[in-house]
DNA sequence: TTGACATAGTAAACGGCGTTCACTCAAATG
DNA sequence: CATTTGAGTGAACGCCGTTTACTATGTCAA
């Protein structure tokens, strides 16, 4: 691996710079203002010189999804990282740093979350692939929640109705998670759909013909589920919403 | 209320032609095949021919996302009118009524329960209007819903929680339906992000690294949901799934 | 019946879009 | 120094929404 000449240097400096401007106009004006030609614009070029780097606007767009994936991952991990060792806290500030993000980047959080945009859609249909960034994603959720489902009693329908209408279909997720128990997988799957409901029909405004401050319906929410985790467990004090902003 | 004259005649079918092109052009293409030059061109006109019926395309589009709502509303109504009087059994095909149509018209989910297209954006601002087709959507679930919560046991925090967590942001909940207890506005609440969750994830194709099936999970989260209801009353049996297809 | 008016449609144009193609010019390579 | 590679340009094609001017035609009152 020897230096970069001059034109490599060039290059992913120009790539970077695109990809800047893809999102910029993203965050300004929805997914519809990305266009090649407003982004070749904003850097004093023209149009068709993006296709050197880019195959297609859709592929530009899958690209810029999957910087966004990491992103909202790291911005996870830190919240992670930045609470205690109980599981169940760090799952409540991954929670609400999820939300956080997904609020913060509405544009980014529906380019990646809501209705598959062209250059996304096989982007997501791939998204078994436990190196896909959507996997990832869901794997540092899963792995303090199964942390936390040890030697807690779930609050799920009896074992054997599990096994009889979800058993025979999770052979996915053991694909990109490796196996896990039905109550674990079925507990994981419901938390994380409710937890998308939330922060999605806030985010895409389908929430404002209920309550006029969303984040209050989600704390309530992140309370209510963890409270069902350790109904056996008098004495353990539940983790008080922290630093807020 | 004379008999319409002739040009009445015509100007409603040439609308509901354009509607239906429209909605062709969605149903096979996704959104952003919805053109008037497209559409126009299916009928044999020209683009600017449209304008006489609605002053834009965002326009077009918010109305045709008015009827999505309606007809998805009496699809609902339909399969709550064809189930017996329990409320548990109503809300249980209801759920069915909406999943399947959101399954078999991704496209017209998307429309109205996706990312906000421009046209269906201030459509949607408004929708803690009680006459907006959202709310009337949502009315229709929060009848039976609120029945079944009559005399029954809520799996809910204590509600002193919910009032100080909750109690002053349900304003809007209260002027689209009227005011309710708290503890059964936030579980009507809860149960419809999680039904909205599961049924977008589906939809818009979030869920194929979990399962293979989604309907499987989607059935095992209505019995699940369903079961958190009657804690307390052994001898009523659960409504099981009924004619399916 | 005739004349005035409202309505539905057309053609042409403007600016924007993704994409392709032929071309130029500078950097890298031998 | 000659050659090849790569980045970028300009023109073009066919889409798109929208506006404008204009033409028929249905409607209705005088």
Redesign the pocket.
Known sequence: MTAP???????TA?LSEIKDGARRLLVTGGIE?????????DM?????????????????VAGLAGDLYDELRQEVEAARDGSGPDPAGQLLEMCRALRRWAVGHPAEFTLIFGNPVPGVIEFADQCDNPDHPGARLGAVFLTPFVELTRGSRLPTPPAELLQERLGGHLAPLATSHGPLPIEIAYTFLSAWTRLYGLVAMEVFGHLGWAVDEPEALFETELISQLLQFRPAEPGDALPEGGARH
Chains 1, 2 share one sequence.
């Open positions: 000449t001059r034109r490599e240097r060039l290059r120009t203002a990305v266009s090649l030609r407003a982004i070749a614009r004093g070029m023209t149009a068709p010189a993006i296709y050197r780097y880019f195959p297609s606007l859709e592929a530009l």
